[in-house]
Every structure is written in structure tokens, then in C-alpha cells.
């Protein structure tokens, strides 16, 4: 009988240099430097990407980042972030802290696997997709029209999906938007090839129907089984910065950093466009050189916010950039932040308008997401065709919707409609809260997402200007009687918001 010999390995040899040098990442959390916030300190070898995964980590728990201190020039990572709770608290929940530690740990160790996944995609720079075999993700983008939104639920409707959840995002008259549907009798993911070009088509129809000549932009495409930051029955208060990602991705091949035509016949243009026409940004970019050591040194001054730091790195990964140094502070209401930043393939830039379009692309990020206008929250027992009845009417009365948020919970779907006058005007608050008493029984929640300055000089305004011409009210509408007139037939599908 011949002996077979082969040389030994040890199994623990994958793990000897962690075992002589400790673990490749340290999370550090600490509650006792800082009287009014809580530090996190990550340590670990430097690699493409990592920035952007601790920072998705802690925004999806809701954690707001007051100050930041990123270095990652050469082979190591170090990170400061000073954060809070989603209601403005140190973090002394232990299940909280431990969960911080354990997801910045698995991230790393996970690194090279999720890197062989992004390599087998077409685009490197989508978010994993993960298997789940209960929807199908339909994305769209292209040019935004009053009631678009609508019209995109009432074609699911027509062709027998039922929406499990969408997230949409308008901005300087470009949409995008994600949607993850079921077949509405099986309940099943869409797979038939036939059905889905079907689908595709007829949504790309509904979308490319204006007359805008940046029509041309649609785009409908489909992904089956997607998983990865689907909300579904999660409850979570705000969308995975998967979805987020992706979302600021389609708004980018859309171009919606080129500001829309304001020339022309206004009756051809939506709300979208008349807003960014008259309105004046508040955010900074500036872009200068650190000839010494070749980086470009970008710096953004905007109005403070809530996922601030994840739209600005993200944009800057996804442009294909690399962050080597960092910082980031706030006062509350203004943040400063400042990025020392190369091309990938290491140079600093060099030309004005490699300059003009990363100003113009990170003024897009951080304003896209920001929403001037009411928002309105329903919750209705799931059913084939509520999205597009609910839209329908907000449509028929004079309202466009500039961000919708749509989840299922079990039987229940869970709505938040952000909405503006369809001319562009801002809907006054003093009417919105009289709509709640006026919609009994129906349960409607109504929270005003303009900015704290943005009422201060609304309220100067109707002191100098409005009082004196208080005799035209007629396009004070009554939304309350609106939506009890025309939605009393679905009155019974609704339930209260837990």
C-alpha cells in the first residue's frame, strides 16, 4: 500500500497575524472625554471604500455626527466621530454600543468578500444585491412633471404589481426612483421575461410623456430577487443608505446637478423647475490644490442636516475619488466640512472643469435630499392600487409630489408623501393643521419640513407683505374637504398610525 504525504497547515495560520499583532480593526467607545456626546474611534488597515461603510453603519442606526477626523494616507485608518442619538444624547444603551463594535468589526472582515461581489457586477459601484426571491426592484429615472408620481402608481396598478415599498427623489426636475414590487395574485417576484420587458416598457412610456427635451434621460430597469436594503416589515424609521446610495446614483446619471431651462414658456415646465429657478442655495463648494503632497482640497459650507457627511462621501466615492483626509464640524446649524481627495487613478485635480463639475455634483447631493414642503403620513391596510388612489387625489388637487417613502409592514402600508403646491408655492402650515381635524376619523399626520430659517423669513414676509392684501384667499383651498369628499371610498382601507 503507497503512502500519500502532503504538508501540514495549520488552521490557525489565516489568523497569526492578528493573533501577533491584534485584530485588524479596533472600535474604540468612549462616553467619558466628551460631557454631550459620545466618541467613536475606528482604527484598521486602510483599504478603498472603508470611509464609507463605517459612515453608512452609523447612519443607518439614526446617529448624528457633530464632528468627524478621518486620516487614511498610507496603509492605516484612523477615524474620530463625535456622535449622538436621534434625539440629540450621548449613547449609553450597551446593546447600541456593542452593536456599533460588532458592525464596524464585520464590515471589515467581510471587506474582501463584498469586494468580490462588486467585482462580478456590471457596475462596481451599486450596492450588493443579496438573494431574498419575494420582489422584484424596478428603477427609474428621468425628467420630473407634475403628478409623475401618480401616473407611475397607476401604471403598477394597471399591470398587476402590487408595491411592497418605493423611495423617490425629485430634484431640479429630474426623478428617480426605486420600487420593489409582487406579482398582486401570487405574490411573488416577477420573472417572466416577456412580463418584465412589458413592464418596462410601459413605464418608460408614462415617464418619457413630456414635452421637455431632456426626456431623452428615461431610464426603466429591473432587477429580480434584490435585496439588499429592502425595508419591508422592519419598521425602520428612514431607508438603508443602500437604497440612499443608489438613489444619489440614478440622480447622477440623470444629471440633475445641470440646472433646468428657465426660459421659455412656463406652462411647460413643472413646479421642480420654477423652484430652482427662484430659489438661492445656501451650500459652498470650493475646490483648491495642496501642491505639496497632490491633493485637492475640497471644502462644502451648508446648512447643517442629518445624513449630511454619507450624501457628501458617497457622491465622492462614486465620482470615482479617494479620500485621504477628512474633517467635519457643527455648530448645529452650519456644518463645515473638508476633504483632502485624488482621482482613483492618483491625481489631485487639475482642470476647471473637472473642478466645476465636482462643485456642481456635491451642491446636488446635499440639496437633493432636502425637502421644502408638508409632509403627509397614512397608514392603510395593504392593497393592490392604494398608492395610486391616494397620489391620484393629491394630484387632482392641486398638490405635486416632490419625495414619496413607502413601506409595508405585514398587512399595513406605511406612506410619507412630501408635497408642495403644483405651482411651486409653499402650502401654509396654519391651513395643514386644520386639515387633522377636518379628516376625523381618518388618522393624518403632518409635519412641516421647511427649515427653521425658511419659516423666520416666511413669517417677516406675511408681516410686510401679506397682512395689508389679506382679500385674495381663493387659492387657500380646503385640503381637509378635498380628501374627505374624494377619498371617503377608500375611508375604510385606513387605520390609525400606531
Not at 411573488?188 to 410623456?209: C, G, Q, Y
Not at 462614486?318 to 467635519?328: C, E, P, S, T
Not at 399595513?412 to 387633522?436: C, Q, T
Request: charged letters at 25%; proline letters at 3%.
Amino acid at each position: 500500500m503507497q503512502k500519500v504525504c502532503w504538508p501540514y497547515f495549520d488552521p490557525d495560520f489565516d489568523n497569526l497575524g492578528e493573533r501577533i499583532y491584534g485584530p485588524p480593526c479596533r472600535v474604540y467607545i468612549d462616553n467619558d472625554s466628551i460631557q454631550d456626546c459620545t466618541v467613536v474611534k475606528v482604527n484598521s488597515e486602510n483599504k478603498q471604500g472603508l470611509l464609507l461603510e463605517v459612515v453608512q453603519i452609523l447612519t443607518d442606526m439614526n446617529l448624528i455626527i457633530t464632528k468627524s477626523y478621518i486620516s487614511s494616507d498610507g496603509g492605516w485608518f484612523m477615524d474620530v466621530f463625535h456622535v449622538k442619538d436621534e434625539h440629540g444624547s450621548k449613547l449609553t444603551d450597551k446593546t447600541v454600543i456593542n452593536h456599533i463594535k460588532h458592525a464596524i468589526g464585520t464590515s471589515r472582515r467581510e471587506s474582501d468578500s463584498v469586494k468580490a461581489n462588486e467585482n462580478a457586477n456590471n457596475n462596481p459601484l451599486e450596492p450588493p444585491l443579496i438573494d431574498h426571491g419575494e420582489h422584484t426592484a424596478i428603477e427609474m429615472t428621468g425628467t420630473d412633471r407634475p403628478g409623475l408620481f401618480s401616473e407611475i402608481f397607476a401604471a403598477f396598478a394597471d399591470l398587476h404589481c402590487n408595491v411592497l415599498e418605493a423611495h423617490a427623489w425629485s430634484h431640479n426636475a429630474r426623478l428617480a426612483c426605486i420600487a420593489y414590487v409582487s406579482d398582486d395574485s401570487t405574490h411573488a417576484p416577477i420573472d417572466d421575461p416577456n412580463r418584465l420587458a412589458s413592464i418596462e416598457d410601459h413605464l418608460s412610456t408614462v415617464i418619457r410623456a413630456t414635452a421637455d427635451p431632456a426626456s431623452n434621460s428615461t431610464h426603466v430597469g429591473h432587477k429580480e430577487n434584490e435585496r439588499d436594503g429592502f425595508l419591508a416589515g422592519q419598521g425602520r424609521g428612514c431607508m438603508n443608505s443602500n437604497v440612499e446610495r443608489r438613489l444619489h446614483q440614478l440622480m447622477l446619471s440623470v444629471r440633475d446637478f445641470d440646472e433646468p431651462f428657465c426660459g421659455g414658456s412656463l406652462s411647460l415646465f413643472s413646479s421642480s423647475k420654477l423652484e430652482y429657478c427662484e430659489r438661492k442655495t445656501t451650500t459652498s463648494v470650493s475646490i483648491g490644490n495642496c501642491e505639496d503632497r497632490g491633493y485637492s482640497i475640497v471644502t462644502v459650507k451648508s446648512k447643517d442636516r442629518r445624513r449630511l457627511m454619507f450624501d457628501t462621501i458617497c457622491t465622492l466615492i462614486d465620482m470615482q475619488y479617494v479620500i485621504f483626509h477628512a474633517a467635519l464640524r457643527s455648530d448645529g446649524a452650519d456644518a463645515f466640512q473638508e476633504y483632502f481627495i485624488r482621482h482613483v487613478d492618483g491625481r489631485a485635480l487639475n482642470t476647471e472643469g473637472e473642478k466645476e463639475r465636482v462643485i456642481k455634483c456635491l451642491e446636488a447631493a446635499i440639496e437633493r435630499r432636502v425637502c421644502e414642503g408638508v409632509k403627509l403620513e397614512l397608514c392603510a391596510e395593504n392593497r393592490v392600487g392604494l398608492l395610486s388612489d391616494i397620489s391620484r387625489v393629491l394630484r387632482e388637487n392641486g398638490l405635486t409630489v416632490v419625495r414619496a417613502d413607502v413601506e409595508t409592514q405585514g398587512q399595513k402600508s406605511l406612506n410619507a408623501f412630501y408635497v408642495r403646491d403644483i405651482s411651486g408655492n409653499k402650502i401654509d402650515m396654519e391651513f395643514v393643521e386644520s386639515v387633522k381635524k377636518e379628516m376625523r376619523p381618518i388618522h393624518l399626520e403632518v409635519k412641516n419640513e421647511d427649515s427653521a430659517e425658511d419659516r423666520s423669513v416666511a413669517a417677516h414676509e406675511q408681516l410686510a407683505l401679506v397682512a395689508p392684501q389679506q382679500q385674495p384667499q381663493a387659492h387657500r383651498f380646503s385640503l381637509g374637504e378635498i380628501l374627505r369628499s374624494q377619498i371617503e371610498r377608500l375611508s375604510h382601507n385606513f387605520v390609525p398610525t400606531k
